[in-house]
T-cell receptor, first 116, second 110 residues
Framework: DAGVIQSPRHEVTEMGQEVTLRCKPISGHNSLFWYRQTMMRGLELLIYFNNNVPIDDSGMPEDRFSAKMPNASFSTLKIQPSEPRDSAVYFC??????????????FGPGTRLTVL | KQEVTQIPAALSVPEGENLVLNCSFTDSAIYNLQWFRQDPGKGLTSLLLIQSSQREQTSGRLNASLDKSSGRSTLYIAASQPGDSATYLCAASNDYKLSFGAGTTVTVRA
């Protein structure tokens, strides 16, 4: 298995531009998570999908952030318009949520976003 | 709200020494606890998952213990090697949510 795949790995953009991050979860997994990692705040959950449905988006910082999961093998996280404080590493993770007791999460390599 | 703390923040040991990494959490009603490794500029690699009903989990040189009542987990790495140098994060699971500690950065000196 290729693991969780994220693209792009690095993104440099200017303030005000739209940014789209992409994620392909592990085949067969039914849960997908978007996280953000910064030095100040550590790892934070942004949004959680189960069976392609957004279950918890309470971690999405502002309306500028949106996420979609049109099918079981693809998800996007969009920031529009982007701001310098959005600079961070964004991780996608997936798991098989058969039982929450054993739902081990597997992380992608992350996208390092820099907003100038 | 679950709060996860890892102490120390950084650790430097000579090669061959055993490593002990500590993790504490405030809400003992967890489903499981997961330990990850993160190399600089890389993603998180899952090392061990301990279910709430388990006391410990082992994989090779790694052993993780869990004491739910005291809100603590410990990761032991035996006979450390320079390749073990990385940041180690623990994460407590309440339902689907993982709450992460800030991590312990380990340096193993050759």
């Amino acid at each position: 298995d290729a693991g969780v795949i994220q693209s792009p790995r690095h993104e440099v953009t200017e303030m005000g531009q739209e940014v789209t991050l992409r994620c392909k979860p592990i085949s067969g997994h039914n849960s997908l998570f978007w996280y953000r990692q910064t030095m100040m705040r550590g790892l934070e959950l942004l949004i959680y999908f189960n069976n392609n449905v957004p279950i918890d988006d309470s971690g999405m910082p502002e309306d500028r952030f949106s996420a979609k999961m049109p099918n079981a093998s693809f998800s996007t996280l969009k920031i529009q318009p982007s701001e310098p404080r959005d600079s961070a590493v964004y991780f996608c993770a997936s798991s098989w949520e058969g039982t929450v007791i054993n739902n081990e999460q597997f992380f992608g390599p992350g996208t390092r976003l820099t907003v100038l | 709200k679950q709060e996860v703390t890892q102490i120390p923040a950084a650790l430097s040991v000579p090669e061959g020494e055993n490593l002990v990494l500590n993790c504490s959490f405030t809400d003992s009603a967890i489903y499981n606890l997961q330990w990850f490794r993160q190399d600089p500029g890389k993603g998180l690699t899952s090392l061990l998952l301990i279910q709430s009903s388990q006391r410990e989990q082992t994989s090779g040189r790694l052993n993780a213990s869990l004491d739910k009542s005291s809100g603590r987990s410990t990761l032991y790495i035996a006979a450390s090697q320079p390749g073990d140098s990385a940041t180690y994060l623990c994460a407590a699971s309440n339902d689907y949510k993982l709450s992460f500690g800030a991590g312990t950065t380990v340096t193993v000196r050759a």
